[in-house]
């Protein structure tokens, strides 16, 4: 096992103006190939104490990697004090120079001078090409040891490490060349309930021995996720998928897929295999139910379009909710929901159509307590409405809804594709 360490850095992550989402990726991928980050630290813009910490970590890990710090601007400090660390001068790169200056031509910008300071590298360095900003990532193997730098933006950031910083760590046999365990992603059943309905299958091959197979748990909001391994080898990755395939026939519609992804993307491909579309109407999650789907390439194949409604009369005028409904029912109401549903897929040519009403927040004495929640579906067999009600926060309850209501269409969409089937 080798030893990792993530380093990130910027006073605007240690003063909560934005999130650390680095540790959560960069964790998570390096998770996936069998490597656990033994620290992550988190350092403002001053040059000694990267300075030193970076010598610190240096010295402990196989492979450091830091973030942010690398960008034109007088904050930008990393480059610089890791470089002393190295005992490696800064040297002048013509060829990122050059990069420089045609992206900023094609933007048809003006390249001020202080963006050459991303030209700079340390001697022994190589480049790590970023096309979606001006920093460059940096590569330095020295003394048997990695180092990755790595600029801050996540939209930069996460391109560069998948596509090459973890290509690059498998070849030098830090990481490995495949996942290193199997994983089941589940919803609809708790994480002890989970456990109890997989015990036996894990138990027949051998979970009493944690080298042999080694057995995970990690709870979300509305789901859980089950991985496998095996830290002593004594199981291929075929073998690991078999017993995952056993599993999935224990867990019938609560299995969401084996992998990583997640629901929207597992709803959208149910959507494709079914050639049918989607319409959304929504007050309560104020545009988050559609948003969830913006980000998928399939997006105009089965996503018809979407409503955010929170007057009666928009809902009136934009998916034809009935005023008697509203008046009689009020539009934060299984009622509403429903017409809200079926309006939506009316008006906008759609097959199914998700409808999402409803929110009353109280806080008494600290117990949060959040709903009702209505959640209308139309579908090309009838229309429905199901009240939810979640304790915590409001955004927690909106991402407990849309998890409930992206499921049910799930479940929907799976007894119309069996059916076909």
Sequence with gaps: MRHFELLTLGDEL????????????????????????????????????????????????????????????????????????????????????????????????????????????????????????????????????????LPGPPNELRPMFTEQVMPRLARLGFIAGEEAYVQMRTIGVGESLLETKLQPVFDSHGASDPARLSVAYCAHPGAVDCRISSPGGLLSRTQLENIACECTAQLGENLLCVGHDELPRVVARLLVANKRLLAIAEDATGGMLANCFNDIPELNHFFAGAAVCHTHESKMQLIDVPEEVLLQHDGASDEGAIAMATGAAERMGADYALAITGFEYNSRAGNEHGGPVHIGMYSPHGAWAKTVTYPGPPLALRQRALTAALDWLRRELLKEKNTQS
Excluded: Y
Aim: aromatic content about 4%.
């Design 14 to 149: 240690l003063l909560g103006l934005v999130g650390n989402s680095h540790v959560t990726f960069i964790g998570s991928q390096l998770a996936r190939r069998g490597v656990m980050l033994q620290r992550n630290i988190t350092l403002g813009d001053d040059a000694g104490a990267i300075a030193r910490q970076f010598a610190e970590s240096w010295r402990a890990a196989d492979v450091v990697i830091t973030t942010g710090g690398l960008g034109p601007t007088c904050d930008d400090r990393t480059r610089e004090a890791v470089a002393r660390e190295l005992g490696q001068k800064l040297v002048h790169d013509e060829n990122v120079e050059r990069a420089l200056r045609e992206r900023f031509e094609r933007f048809g910008m003006c390249m001020t001078a202080n963006n050459l300071k991303q030209a700079q590298r340390p001697e022994r360095a190589e480049i790590l090409h970023n096309p979606n900003g001006t920093a460059p990532g940096l590569w330095v193997e020295q003394d048997g040891k990695v180092l990755c730098m």
